[in-house]
Protein backbone atom coordinates (compact mmCIF):
# COMPACT_ATOMS: atom_id res chain seq x y z
CA UNK A 1 0.00 0.00 0.00
CA UNK A 2 1.08 3.42 -0.68
CA UNK A 3 0.38 6.20 1.76
CA UNK A 4 0.43 9.95 1.41
CA UNK A 5 0.24 13.01 3.68
CA UNK A 6 -3.06 14.76 3.01
CA UNK A 7 -2.53 18.21 1.96
CA UNK A 8 -0.20 19.98 4.70
CA UNK A 9 -1.45 17.85 7.72
CA UNK A 10 0.43 15.44 9.60
CA UNK A 11 -2.21 12.65 8.38
CA UNK A 12 -0.19 10.07 6.13
CA UNK A 13 -3.07 8.25 4.99
CA UNK A 14 -3.16 5.33 2.52
CA UNK A 15 -4.25 5.71 -1.21
CA UNK A 16 -7.52 3.92 -0.73
CA UNK A 17 -9.85 5.07 1.62
CA UNK A 18 -12.63 2.59 3.11
CA UNK A 19 -15.81 3.99 2.64
CA UNK A 20 -18.44 2.45 5.04
CA UNK A 21 -22.28 3.72 4.10
CA UNK A 22 -23.57 -0.32 3.55
CA UNK A 23 -22.68 -0.99 7.35
CA UNK A 24 -25.83 -1.76 9.37
CA UNK A 25 -27.78 -2.25 5.93
CA UNK A 26 -26.22 -4.32 3.30
CA UNK A 27 -24.00 -5.50 5.40
CA UNK A 28 -24.14 -6.87 9.26
CA UNK A 29 -21.83 -6.16 11.76
CA UNK A 30 -20.19 -9.56 11.64
CA UNK A 31 -19.59 -8.88 7.92
CA UNK A 32 -18.46 -5.01 8.28
CA UNK A 33 -15.74 -6.19 10.87
CA UNK A 34 -14.42 -8.69 8.35
CA UNK A 35 -13.86 -5.91 6.01
CA UNK A 36 -12.30 -3.61 7.89
CA UNK A 37 -9.83 -6.13 9.56
CA UNK A 38 -9.08 -7.28 5.62
CA UNK A 39 -8.46 -3.72 5.24
CA UNK A 40 -6.12 -3.25 8.45
CA UNK A 41 -3.97 -6.23 7.25
CA UNK A 42 -3.50 -5.08 3.91
CA UNK A 43 -2.61 -1.64 4.51
CA UNK A 44 -5.67 0.54 4.57
CA UNK A 45 -5.89 2.63 7.39
CA UNK A 46 -7.83 5.65 6.18
CA UNK A 47 -11.79 5.19 7.23
CA UNK A 48 -14.73 7.42 5.76
CA UNK A 49 -18.33 7.45 7.44
CA UNK A 50 -21.22 9.82 8.17
CA UNK A 51 -23.31 10.61 10.76
CA UNK A 52 -26.39 10.00 8.31
CA UNK A 53 -25.54 6.64 7.63
CA UNK A 54 -26.54 3.49 6.69
CA UNK A 55 -27.22 4.73 3.17
CA UNK A 56 -30.49 5.09 1.85
CA UNK A 57 -30.60 7.00 4.49
CA UNK A 58 -33.68 6.48 6.92
CA UNK A 59 -34.47 7.22 10.86
CA UNK A 60 -34.15 3.67 12.12
CA UNK A 61 -30.43 3.15 10.78
CA UNK A 62 -29.41 6.68 11.09
CA UNK A 63 -25.86 6.27 13.03
CA UNK A 64 -25.75 2.64 12.67
CA UNK A 65 -22.64 2.66 10.62
CA UNK A 66 -20.90 4.90 12.94
CA UNK A 67 -21.79 2.30 15.86
CA UNK A 68 -20.21 -0.70 14.02
CA UNK A 69 -17.01 1.43 13.36
CA UNK A 70 -17.09 1.87 17.72
CA UNK A 71 -17.23 -1.51 18.23
CA UNK A 72 -14.84 -2.35 16.02
CA UNK A 73 -12.69 -0.01 17.50
CA UNK A 74 -13.65 -1.15 20.97
CA UNK A 75 -12.33 -4.52 20.17
CA UNK A 76 -9.22 -3.78 18.26
CA UNK A 77 -7.79 -1.33 20.76
CA UNK A 78 -5.36 0.55 18.39
CA UNK A 79 -7.48 3.52 17.58
CA UNK A 80 -3.66 5.26 16.77
CA UNK A 81 -3.13 3.12 13.44
CA UNK A 82 -6.15 4.51 12.19
CA UNK A 83 -7.21 7.74 10.48
CA UNK A 84 -10.94 7.99 10.67
CA UNK A 85 -13.02 10.63 9.11
CA UNK A 86 -16.68 11.28 9.76
CA UNK A 87 -19.06 14.42 8.57
CA UNK A 88 -21.82 16.62 9.80
CA UNK A 89 -25.36 16.24 7.80
CA UNK A 90 -25.91 19.32 6.03
CA UNK A 91 -29.98 20.41 5.82
CA UNK A 92 -33.07 18.20 4.91
CA UNK A 93 -32.90 15.61 7.22
CA UNK A 94 -36.04 15.91 9.22
CA UNK A 95 -35.95 13.21 11.82
CA UNK A 96 -32.12 14.26 12.59
CA UNK A 97 -31.60 16.26 15.60
CA UNK A 98 -35.41 17.53 14.62
CA UNK A 99 -34.14 18.61 10.81
CA UNK A 100 -29.99 18.74 10.61
CA UNK A 101 -28.77 21.82 10.21
CA UNK A 102 -25.01 23.59 10.06
CA UNK A 103 -25.13 25.74 12.84
CA UNK A 104 -23.13 25.65 16.03
CA UNK A 105 -25.70 24.20 18.02
CA UNK A 106 -26.00 21.30 15.26
CA UNK A 107 -22.59 20.58 15.24
CA UNK A 108 -21.71 20.56 18.20
CA UNK A 109 -24.61 18.04 19.58
CA UNK A 110 -23.33 15.95 15.91
CA UNK A 111 -19.79 16.06 16.97
CA UNK A 112 -20.86 14.47 20.84
CA UNK A 113 -23.20 11.98 18.97
CA UNK A 114 -20.51 10.45 16.81
CA UNK A 115 -17.63 10.13 18.95
CA UNK A 116 -19.85 8.60 21.42
CA UNK A 117 -21.15 6.08 18.54
CA UNK A 118 -17.55 5.76 17.19
CA UNK A 119 -16.23 4.95 20.69
CA UNK A 120 -13.33 7.06 20.18
CA UNK A 121 -12.68 10.53 22.24
CA UNK A 122 -10.91 12.58 18.72
CA UNK A 123 -12.01 12.67 14.81
CA UNK A 124 -9.07 13.18 12.59
CA UNK A 125 -10.72 14.40 9.71
CA UNK A 126 -14.28 16.18 10.42
CA UNK A 127 -16.03 16.82 7.42
CA UNK A 128 -19.53 19.35 6.44
CA UNK A 129 -21.09 16.20 4.38
CA UNK A 130 -22.71 18.72 1.76
CA UNK A 131 -23.59 22.77 1.60
CA UNK A 132 -26.31 24.65 4.04
CA UNK A 133 -27.24 26.82 1.01
CA UNK A 134 -29.30 25.49 -2.05
CA UNK A 135 -26.95 24.54 -4.47
CA UNK A 136 -26.36 22.26 -7.17
CA UNK A 137 -24.41 20.04 -5.37
CA UNK A 138 -25.15 15.97 -5.30
CA UNK A 139 -24.90 16.14 -9.19
CA UNK A 140 -27.88 18.41 -9.62
CA UNK A 141 -27.19 20.32 -13.04
CA UNK A 142 -28.29 23.19 -14.07
CA UNK A 143 -28.26 26.68 -11.34
CA UNK A 144 -30.60 28.62 -10.39
CA UNK A 145 -29.95 31.40 -8.17
CA UNK A 146 -31.21 32.35 -4.78
CA UNK A 147 -30.61 34.24 -1.98
CA UNK A 148 -31.79 32.03 0.76
CA UNK A 149 -28.16 31.11 1.75
CA UNK A 150 -28.92 29.46 5.55
CA UNK A 151 -26.85 29.32 8.24
CA UNK A 152 -23.83 30.73 7.05
CA UNK A 153 -21.07 29.23 5.91
CA UNK A 154 -19.00 31.54 8.76
CA UNK A 155 -20.75 30.49 11.62
CA UNK A 156 -20.48 26.74 10.13
CA UNK A 157 -16.20 27.40 9.86
CA UNK A 158 -16.59 29.01 13.50
CA UNK A 159 -17.92 25.64 14.75
CA UNK A 160 -16.11 23.49 13.25
CA UNK A 161 -12.65 25.55 14.26
CA UNK A 162 -13.93 25.57 18.08
CA UNK A 163 -13.97 21.78 17.56
CA UNK A 164 -10.47 21.71 16.33
CA UNK A 165 -9.33 24.41 19.29
CA UNK A 166 -11.23 21.72 21.83
CA UNK A 167 -9.33 18.88 20.89
CA UNK A 168 -12.18 16.63 19.48
CA UNK A 169 -11.32 17.06 15.55
CA UNK A 170 -7.44 17.43 14.38
CA UNK A 171 -8.61 18.56 11.18
CA UNK A 172 -11.54 19.56 9.12
CA UNK A 173 -12.53 19.53 5.14
CA UNK A 174 -16.15 20.09 3.21
CA UNK A 175 -17.97 17.49 0.77
CA UNK A 176 -20.09 18.00 -2.45
CA UNK A 177 -18.88 21.37 -2.52
CA UNK A 178 -18.62 23.74 -5.47
CA UNK A 179 -15.84 25.66 -6.61
CA UNK A 180 -17.20 29.00 -4.83
CA UNK A 181 -18.24 27.61 -1.71
CA UNK A 182 -14.45 26.00 -1.47
CA UNK A 183 -13.02 29.93 -1.97
CA UNK A 184 -15.66 31.02 0.43
CA UNK A 185 -14.20 28.54 2.88
CA UNK A 186 -10.66 29.58 2.38
CA UNK A 187 -11.21 33.15 2.32
CA UNK A 188 -12.73 33.36 5.58
CA UNK A 189 -10.53 31.02 7.03
CA UNK A 190 -7.60 33.43 6.01
CA UNK A 191 -9.85 37.09 6.67
CA UNK A 192 -10.95 35.74 9.93
CA UNK A 193 -8.23 33.68 11.40
CA UNK A 194 -10.25 30.28 11.46
CA UNK A 195 -9.38 26.85 10.96
CA UNK A 196 -8.29 25.98 7.27
CA UNK A 197 -10.28 22.97 5.30
CA UNK A 198 -7.43 20.52 4.77
CA UNK A 199 -9.52 18.52 1.95
CA UNK A 200 -12.76 17.94 -0.44
CA UNK A 201 -14.72 14.75 -0.29
CA UNK A 202 -16.31 14.71 -4.22
CA UNK A 203 -17.63 12.73 -6.65
CA UNK A 204 -14.45 11.73 -9.40
CA UNK A 205 -14.23 8.84 -12.10
CA UNK A 206 -13.58 8.26 -15.42
CA UNK A 207 -17.37 8.93 -15.80
CA UNK A 208 -17.61 11.57 -13.78
CA UNK A 209 -14.97 14.37 -14.18
CA UNK A 210 -16.62 17.66 -13.10
CA UNK A 211 -14.17 18.06 -10.18
CA UNK A 212 -11.77 18.92 -13.12
CA UNK A 213 -13.71 21.86 -13.95
CA UNK A 214 -12.76 24.72 -11.21
CA UNK A 215 -12.32 22.69 -8.30
CA UNK A 216 -9.22 20.96 -9.22
CA UNK A 217 -7.46 24.06 -9.76
CA UNK A 218 -8.61 25.40 -6.61
CA UNK A 219 -7.01 22.48 -4.70
CA UNK A 220 -3.45 22.91 -6.63
CA UNK A 221 -3.00 26.03 -5.83
CA UNK A 222 -4.73 26.11 -2.21
CA UNK A 223 -3.63 22.59 -0.63
CA UNK A 224 -6.68 21.12 -0.74
CA UNK A 225 -6.45 17.81 -1.08
CA UNK A 226 -9.24 15.53 -2.91
CA UNK A 227 -10.76 12.49 -1.09
CA UNK A 228 -12.90 10.77 -4.70
CA UNK A 229 -15.74 9.22 -3.68
CA UNK A 230 -17.61 6.94 -6.26
CA UNK A 231 -14.55 6.37 -8.09
CA UNK A 232 -15.64 3.38 -9.87
CA UNK A 233 -18.76 5.07 -10.61
CA UNK A 234 -21.39 3.06 -8.60
CA UNK A 235 -19.33 -0.29 -9.97
CA UNK A 236 -20.31 0.74 -13.75
CA UNK A 237 -16.93 -0.10 -14.40
CA UNK A 238 -16.28 -2.70 -12.06
CA UNK A 239 -18.91 -4.88 -12.87
CA UNK A 240 -16.79 -8.19 -13.74
CA UNK A 241 -14.86 -8.29 -10.73
CA UNK A 242 -17.57 -7.01 -8.12
CA UNK A 243 -19.31 -10.34 -10.05
CA UNK A 244 -16.90 -12.25 -9.32
CA UNK A 245 -16.33 -11.72 -5.23
CA UNK A 246 -19.70 -10.60 -4.01
CA UNK A 247 -19.25 -13.49 -2.48
CA UNK A 248 -16.12 -13.58 -0.91
CA UNK A 249 -15.83 -9.78 0.55
CA UNK A 250 -20.00 -9.31 0.77
CA UNK A 251 -19.07 -5.94 -0.71
CA UNK A 252 -20.18 -3.21 -3.47
CA UNK A 253 -17.57 -1.09 -4.58
CA UNK A 254 -19.77 2.03 -4.63
CA UNK A 255 -17.21 4.24 -2.73
Same mark, same amino acid.
Given at each position: ?????????ELKVSLICL??????????????HEQLDYSLA???????????????????????????????????????????????????????????? #???? /??????????? +? &???? %?? *? #???? /??????????? +? &???? %?? *?????????????????????????????????????????????????????????????????????????????????????????????????????????????
Amino acid at each position: MKYKKLSNTELKVSLICLGTMTYGEQNSESESHEQLDYSLAHGINFIDTAEMYAIPPKEETQGRTEEIIGTWLNKRKDRDKIILATKVAGPGMEYLRDGSR #LDKK /HISQAIDESLT +R &LQTD %YI *D #LYQV /HWPERKSNYFG +R &LGYQ %YT *DEMGVPIEETLEAMSDLVKSGKVRYIGISNETPWGTNKYLQLAKERGLERIVSIQNPYSLLNRIYEVGLAEISQHENVGLLAYSPLWFWSTYRKIYQQNRKKFKACPIW
